[in-house]
């Protein structure tokens, strides 16, 4: 396993990282047993994964990372968890804050998280979660229900990172959850600049997600691009679109795409949402060696660099 530095913590965290949220929401959308998780959460550890990333509003999450980490020395781990800033289009009070994080801590079975979130803020909303809820997150903190403060952004409406670039601005945070893939890099110019200038650390999500994991889902995407001319017609194949980076040591495009995340030298730990243990074994070998040929590299930044929209469901 690699490790970085995860910005100003100092933290040593895993290139790997294990999410527990997104599409597949830790086998609890996908329909994976519990007893599975825990194999696959026990099988990180094994292998090095010392990074995992949870949040309150991801079901039951919390609950079964808790109960797969149980016995395991808590100096072997680093926990990230949020909280849900907003609740029907209002901004929550510090009140929920404080019982949203006890309860966090509660699932998890730990007196303290290294890394506490706001969870998916919207730019529109990021000065009045500021203003409300900052001071208490703060406290959290002087309390040391957390050690660090960190932001996740809401990348599906954001896929410019409004949200990120007034934040990083604001220089408040350790760290930042980052939508960043293949097919919408914008964050290589948007974004982390100003993590490393501010020695923020970066955790990426939507490495592959959907689109990079579903052939069908990559064909339409591609032809969409195309359509809107965005990519130029003839620059890809209509079928298989991204298959040309499987060779050396790429054997699939959901690799590729994890080992592209990896390469850029502001990115700490790439979350991996994958439920499913033959995913992850994969997805492990796949960020082993975080590197794609230069040329291939480069021919992605060619065809999709200019793309600044979220891309990724
Ligand atoms: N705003 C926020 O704060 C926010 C939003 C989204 C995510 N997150 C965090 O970031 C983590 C990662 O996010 P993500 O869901 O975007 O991660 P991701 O790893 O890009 O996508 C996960 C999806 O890819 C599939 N997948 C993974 N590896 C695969 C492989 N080798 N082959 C085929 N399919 C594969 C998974 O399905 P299988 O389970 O079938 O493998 C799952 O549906 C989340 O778990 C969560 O902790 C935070």
């Given amino acids: 396993m690699l490790y970085r530095t995860l910005g100003r913590t100092g933290l040593k965290v895993s290139l790997l990282g294990v999410g527990t949220g997104g599409p597949s929401n830790f086998g609890q959308r996908s329909g994976v047993p519990e007893a599975d998780i825990h194999r696959l959460v026990q099988r990180a550890l094994e292998v090095g994964v010392n990074i995992f990333d949870t949040a309150a509003g991801y079901r039951d999450s919390e609950a079964i990372l808790g109960r797969a980490l149980q016995g395991v020395p808590r100096d072997r781990y680093y926990l990230a968890t949020k909280f849900t800033p907003e609740r029907d289009d209002e901004v929550v009070t510090p009140a929920d804050v404080v019982e949203s994080v006890e309860r966090s801590l509660t699932r998890l079975q730990t007196d303290f998280v290294e890394v506490l979130q706001f ?15 900052l001071p208490a997150v703060l406290k959290l903190r002087d309390q040391g229900k957390c050690r660090w403060i960190g932001i996740t952004e809401q990348y599906g409406e954001d896929g410019a990172h ?24 914008s964050a290589d110019n948007l974004v982390y600049p100003q993590c490393l200038e501010h020695n923020v650390g970066v955790f990426i999500m939507f490495a592959v997600r959907r689109v990079l994991a579903t052939t069908d889902r990559l064909e339409q995407t591609i032809a969409d691009l195309q359509k809107r001319g965005l990519v130029a017609p003839n620059a890809l194949p209509d079928r298989q679109p991204l298959d040309w980076l499987i060779r050396g040591n ?12 990896a390469m850029h030298p502001a990115v700490s730990s790439v979350l991996s949402g994958t439920a499913n243990l033959t995913h992850f074994e994969h997805n492990l070998r796949a960020l082993e060696e975080p590197t ?22």
Wanted: glycine share 6%; net charge negative; charged share 20%.
């Fill in 162 to 185: 409004e949200m990120l670039q007034m934040a990083l601005a604001d220089n408040h945070f350790a760290t930042a959850m980052v939508g960043y893939n293949m097919l919408n890099q």
């Fill in 292 to 313: 794609l040929p230069e040329a291939d590299h480069a021919r992605l930044q060619k065809l999709f660099g200019h793309i600044v929209e979220s891309i990724g469901n």
């Fill in 250 to 261: 790429v054997d699939s495009v959901p690799s590729a795409a994890y080992k592209f995340t």
């Fill in 119 to 133: 969870h998916g803020v919207r730019p529109q909303r990021y000065h009045a979660v500021m203003e409300r809820l």
